[in-house]
Nanobody
Framework: QVQLVESGGGLVQTGGSLRLSCAASGLLFNINAMAWYRQRPGKQRDWVASIRVSNATDYADSVKGRFTISRDNDKNMVYLQMNNLKPEDTAVYYC???????WGAGTQVTVSS
């Protein structure tokens, strides 16, 4: 059974930083691409970033240059370093096995202006 558990969300001021973590279990982590999505209030869930097995990364234009996705295959962890946060980054952030229907419960990120 695949389980994804996010942590690291919280309240931060504009310009601040947060690091989200996702602990994965129940899958062959090192052969799966992983991703982060977010759902802003009243909006659909949007893709934020993904990282392939090769460690190649892709980012949504809205976060490019501010967010960094990374993974640790030894620990079955994926991370999202978020810098220079803006109020529009306020959302629930979800970890995902990329292109699969496996999701964590999400972690709330709130950026105050």
């Amino acid at each position: 059974q695949v389980q994804l558990v996010e942590s690291g969300g919280g309240l931060v001021q504009t310009g601040g930083s947060l690091r989200l973590s996702c602990a994965a279990s129940g899958l062959l982590f090192n052969i799966n691409a992983m991703a982060w999505y977010r759902q802003r209030p009243g909006k659909q869930r949007d893709w934020v970033a993904s990282i392939r097995v090769s460690n190649a990364t892709d980012y949504a234009d809205s976060v490019k240059g501010r967010f960094t996705i990374s993974r640790d295959n030894d620990k079955n962890m994926v991370y999202l370093q978020m810098n220079n946060l803006k109020p529009e980054d306020t959302a629930v952030y979800y970890c995902n096995v990329y292109l699969h229907d496996y999701w964590g419960a999400g972690t709330q990120v709130t950026v105050s202006s």
